[in-house]
C-alpha cells in the first residue's frame, strides 16, 4: 500500500534531486522514493551491524583495548609518535 506524505525541501535539496531525476531520465517522485529507499536499507544495514556488535558483547566476545591499541600501533605506527 502506499501511502501519500508531504515533505518540505529547501531549494537545494528540491534542485539537487531533480538534477538526479533528469541525468536518469526519471521523475522527481520516483528519485526521491529511490533515495528514501535507500536511506531505508543503509539504516537496516546499520543497526544490523550494530546489534552483531552488541550480541558479540553479550557473548562477551571481545578483544581487550590494550592488546587492540599495540596491534594497530603496530601495523600503523603510533599517532603521538
Request: no cysteine; aromatic share 6%.
Amino acid at each position: 500500500m502506499a501511502h501519500r506524505l508531504a515533505i518540505t525541501l529547501t531549494d537545494a535539496q528540491k534542485a539537487r534531486l531533480e538534477q538526479i531525476a533528469e541525468s536518469r531520465e526519471g521523475t522527481l517522485a520516483a528519485t526521491v522514493e529511490e533515495a528514501v529507499t535507500a536511506f531505508l536499507d543503509k539504516d537496516a544495514e546499520y543497526r544490523a551491524y550494530v546489534q552483531e556488535g552488541l550480541d558479540a558483547v553479550a557473548r562477551g566476545d571481545v578483544q581487550d583495548w590494550e592488546k587492540v591499541k599495540a596491534k594497530l600501533r603496530a601495523e600503523y605506527g603510533d599517532p603521538e609518535g
